[in-house]
């Protein structure tokens, strides 16, 4: 019989080769966790660089104005550092300005409040006051809707408005019908009793014709304004009381889809939004 051929003493087992390929995986994996955390700013830049290159990868700015979206450079020292000494004097001031602002914000606040609510309040009863100084006149019912009174984010407006068919002043004049004239008029004592300022503007409707070439929309509408403050002045209506007296010609129509509508031939009385030169309540 054949004898087993009988295995040398110098083989190393299988075990052993996978355990030592093991074993080395395990420090290279050590080592490079130690080299990572000693970096080196220089070589990685370098490695950063090689890497982008060879992925084909560029860098992309992406400025935001005049201030680019990573930051603004900063400088690491104070150039030309200067010393500020303490001011008590400003310091000071700053002090009871603030302190002026902490304890007077809120009264200032509800003083505001408190007044806005009153302008409001003497609005309406201004508007419910032009209407039934209106309704009291029976030559005006004919041109009822011609009066409009409506608040404004401006204030007040008072508007005498062409109705088809139903003109407040005749064509190109700058002298109202006397009905007209007698509604300007109702109004202006209750104008004066309020210390708001008013503001006077005549409006034209687009397509009128002029047979004077130096005279048009803009001479018309604001001779139409202007002759509005002149009644309100004469029945009642302090001159100092005027803000302005403006011509819009047929700039700002009261109807934008339909700028030839005849009601956009108005004028317009504005009792503005603004706080009175001198309180309401003092006395001299």
Known sequence: MARKKEKSGG????????????????????????????????????????????????????????????????????????????????????????????????AMQTQRQENTIEQDRSFALAAASIRQAWQDMPDLTQVADNLIVEETEEGLDIVIADQQGRPMFPEGSKYPFEVTRKAIAAIAPILQQLPNQVRISGHTAAGSTFSNPRYGAWELSTDRANTVRQILGEFGLASERMHS????????????????????????????????????????
């Open 11 to 106: 083989e190393i087992p299988e075990w052993l080769v996978t355990f030592s390929d093991l074993m080395s995986i395990l420090v290279c994996f050590f080592v490079l966790i130690i080299s990572f955390s000693i970096q080196d700013e220089a070589r990685l830049q370098v490695v950063a660089g090689s890497m982008r290159d060879a992925f084909g990868t560029t860098q992309i700015r992406k400025p935001a104005g005049v201030i680019e979206q990573q930051g603004n450079p900063q400088r690491e020292f104070l150039k030309q550092p200067t010393e500020q000494r303490p001011d008590p004097d400003r310091d000071q001031a700053f002090a009871e300005e603030h302190l002026k602002d902490t304890v007077q914000g809120p």
């Open 245 to 284: 007296v403006v011509g819009r010609a047929n700039g700002e129509p009261f109807f934008p889809n339909d700028p030839y509508l005849a009601a956009n031939e108005r004028v317009k009385i504005t009792l503005l939004q603004e706080a009175p030169p001198v309180p309401t309540g003092l006395s001299p």
